[in-house]
């Protein structure tokens, strides 16, 4: 995992994904090295997707956190290993239920809801599992479209990337 | 000489995603449904993406005050090098769906050979592409199933679509000198090898959507070297109007 400061840890977890405002750029499993070279952190971090355009804010929001407390940083985007929804950690995954977005499950699960053979994709209104893929594509290129067939209510699930 | 070649090499590729995602995007707002108008711009958005990744690259090895944007704005028509297929217009749904289903097979199948790249960018930016490409090929897949074995209106305009745009589809496997060079230096795949399992698999996907290609084609080759067809103008003149009458300007 990470090497760093408790400091510098607490500094890039009070950022977090604009779209997702719940949700600290830490937990999203986007921040992948921090190295302290010449008086300023160079932080590399990923994409989710590759046209996700919020990367240029998180960049923006990295550095003005850094500035604010007196210290540089310079951002670098790697694109190798890719993103995976592997990487989004245990408290990122609570952070997006409570915030109405059903977390990633696995590749299979996702093509059985697609293929509407199983239901499996908990409503994140009622808590049902009786729920169904509107389209495979949502609000933002991470996220797929849900309805809930037993309170109807529309939501996000955010889609499996292996 | 050979950062010229992967230059010319990473345009080849960025060029077909970047036309064909402004051909995406002018269906924001339009497109048949809620749903399929995010699901196009969505694959624009991703095209996009990617197309960054390449720019970025190819930037670098430029040099000088290259940037993603100057090599994506500023070139002339002639020295753009996607190919026929892409920069066909939205003249319904059909021919959308079916462009994108024939783009979408051949950018899989490539991108699968990228990650087996000799030079490293391309491996990273493909191993990222993949993941998103896997979900375009399912989307265009899938209506082409909904479609083609629908109604009998909607059969046949995929019908139509197929078989006015299947001329086009064979110019990706036609190899200019710059993926020859690719080919033979292990920095791409040699796109002759692929062309089989190309066809088997829009066949596959075709049969089950009770749809058949057209029996004698004759195949549209030109516009990867420079000879676009009448629509590639209009397409410049609306992707690059900012930069042309703002030299400069920043977003």
């Known amino acids: 995992m990470l090497e760093i400061s408790e400091e510098i840890e607490e500094l890039l977890r009070s950022v977090s994904d604009p779209e997702i405002p719940v949700l600290s750029i830490m937990d999203m499993g986007i921040v992948r090295k921090v190295d302290f070279v010449d008086g300023t952190y160079k932080v590399d971090i990923t994409p989710t997707y590759s046209g996700c355009p919020a990367m240029d804010t998180i960049g923006d929001d990295i550095v003005s956190a850094f500035n604010n407390n007196n210290l540089h940083a310079k951002i670098n985007l790697v694109l190798a290993p890719a993103w995976t929804t592997d990487w989004i950690t245990e408290r990122g995954r609570k952070a997006l239920e409570d915030y109405g977005i059903a977390a990633p499950r696995s590749a299979e699960v996702d093509k059985a809801a697609l293929l509407g053979e199983a239901n499996t994709i908990k409503c994140t209104n009622c808590g049902s599992v009786n729920t169904k893929m509107v389209s495979r594509f949502g609000s933002t290129a991470c996220k797929a479209l849900f309805q809930c067939n037993d309170c109807h209510e529309p939501f996000d699930y955010f889609k499996c990337l292996k | ?251």
């Open chain 2, 1 to 251: 000489m050979l950062q010229e070649k992967l230059y010319e090499y990473l345009l080849h590729l960025g060029d077909n995603s970047m036309i064909l995602g402004q051909r995406l995007g002018e269906l924001c707002g339009h497109g048949p449904e809620l749903e399929t108008d995010i699901a196009l711009t969505n694959i624009s958005l991703d095209l996009f993406g990617q197309v960054r990744n390449y720019f970025q690259a190819a930037a670098q090895i430029k040099g000088g005050d290259a940037t993603e944007d100057t090599i994506a704005m500023l070139r002339y028509e002639h020295e753009y090098k996607n190919v026929y297929l892409v920069e066909q217009p939205n003249d319904d749904f059909a021919h959308v769906i079916v462009r994108q289903f024939f783009f979408d097979v051949y950018h899989q199948l490539l991108l699968n050979e990228l990650i087996k790249s000799k030079n490293e960018t391309l491996v990273a930016i493909a191993k990222k592409s993949i993941k998103e490409v896997d979900y375009h090929v399912d989307f265009s897949s899938t209506w082409v199933k909904r479609l083609g074995d629908g109604t009998e209106v909607s059969h046949e305009k995929m019908q139509t679509a197929v078989n006015t745009l299947w001329r086009y589809s064979m110019e990706l496997f036609n190899a200019t000198e710059v993926e020859q060079w690719a080919a033979e230096s292990g920095v791409g795949p040699d796109l002759d090898a692929l062309k089989p399992f190309y066809i088997s698999r829009v066949e596959e996907v075709l049969h089950e959507a009770t749809l058949t290609l057209p029996e004698e084609t004759v195949f549209q080759y030109g516009a990867k070297t420079g000879r676009h067809s009448e629509n590639m103008g209009y397409i410049l003149v609306d992707f690059q109007y900012m930069q042309r009458a703002y030299p400069n300007m920043k977003w």
